[in-house]
């Protein structure tokens, strides 16, 4: 509930960000937390399943967003794909890091794959900058500050995304031709 709320009044991308920077900063803290007693090691990892559990829609949003409405069941394959499929390499990793390492480290491997996709988030977010700048056609500013965050995407800037259904019209990618870049 509380990630598709965020995502109404929040660009998904940076609000994906920051589940993720959240996710890595607790991961780093799980250690010294579980040392601190049982009510600490409690109230981290209800943060930790409110922050795994939030940013699920905010991927969501993110994926409708930036995938072409022809791919959207693609792409929300591939992501669960990465999660569930590739994703469960992770506990392969866990495992090697566990035999190898420590749990200390464990949790930094975690927190530095939170790092990368905080990165990967905040470089979809600059792309989106970038395709809103490079838009023709593009001198109205969009929606105002009380528009729901889907409306404000730069592609929804540029025209290419409606605002809202229109019956049975639908925006093309040779539509948004002008927004490819280079």
């Known amino acids: 509930y509380v990630g598709g709320r ?15 920077t959240a996710l890595g900063v607790l991961a780093v803290l799980f250690r010294p937390v579980a040392a601190l007693g ?17 940013s699920a829609p905010i991927y969501q949003v993110t994926i409708a967003d930036h995938a072409q409405e022809d ?11 990465g999660m569930f499929g590739v994703g469960a390499g992770g506990a392969a990793l866990a495992g090697a890091v566990l ?14 794959l939170a790092v990368v996709a905080v990165v990967l988030a905040l470089t979809l977010r600059r792309r989106d900058a970038t395709v809103a700048a490079h838009a023709v056609g593009s001198d109205s500013p969009g929606p105002g500050p009380g ?25 093309r990618a040779a539509d948004c031709a002008a927004l490819v870049l280079p």
């Open 6 to 20: 965020v995502t109404e009044g929040v660009d998904p991308t940076l609000a994906l960000a920051g589940a993720l």
């Open 147 to 171: 528009a729901p965050a889907r409306q404000r995407t730069p592609r929804a800037r540029a025209g290419c995304v409606p605002p809202a259904p229109r019956g049975d019209t639908h925006v």
């Open 99 to 112: 035999t190898y390492a420590n749990a200390t480290m464990l949790l930094q491997t975690l927190a530095a």
């Open 71 to 81: 791919v959207h069941g693609l792409s929300y394959g591939f992501t669960y794909f």
């Open 38 to 54: 049982t009510l600490p090691f409690l109230l981290l990892c209800g943060l930790l399943g409110f922050f795994l559990y939030a």
